[in-house]
């Protein structure tokens, strides 16, 4: 899975939370990070907006469409202001970003549900931003049940 953004970036004049619809469309209503879509995490009213590149460290990305991505609550009180320190960053580790990379490059999906990290970066993220906790692996448990039927 790879996200794809729109080009050219919307226009807006209104700050950066009224780029929410089309980021939201962007990420296919799917937490950038989790992967779980908003049918089954408690809908729309439990996804944000958050600044990829944390707000903290660039302060130039505030409005930046493309710093924007969709995440559900739990992710993105999870992730907030982190970012991988500089001796991470010198050895080229940060957080996977599906809107470039795909999936399948940096994780598996193990049986029991758990995400296995393909590289530093992908097990940086799964570290992180904790994407192995209980009610995401009994998700795509149920998921995967499902597809099968």
């Avoid at 907006?49 to 903290?56: A, G, I, K, T």
């Avoid at 469409?65 to 080229?92: E, M, R, T």
Wanted: with cysteine.
């Amino acid at each position: 899975m790879k996200f794809i953004r729109t080009k050219p970036a919307p226009s807006i004049s209104d700050g950066y939370k009224s780029f929410r619809p089309y980021v939201r469309s962007d990420f296919r209503k799917t937490c950038a990070y989790c992967l779980i879509e908003e049918l089954f995490a408690a809908g729309e009213e439990n996804f944000e907006l958050d600044h990829f590149w944390p707000v903290s460290e660039f302060p130039a990305l505030k409005e930046d469409f493309y710093n924007l991505y969709y995440a559900c609550h739990p992710c993105n009180h999870i992730k907030w202001a982190k970012w991988p320190d500089s001796q991470l960053v010198a050895k080229g580790i940060g957080f996977v970003d599906l809107c470039r990379d795909d999936f399948e490059n940096h994780f598996r999906e193990l049986p029991d549900g758990r995400w296995e990290g393909l590289t530093e970066s992908a097990k940086y993220t799964i570290d992180a931003l904790r994407l192995n906790r209980s009610h995401l692996m009994q998700i795509r448990l149920l998921l995967r049940a499902l597809c099968r039927e």
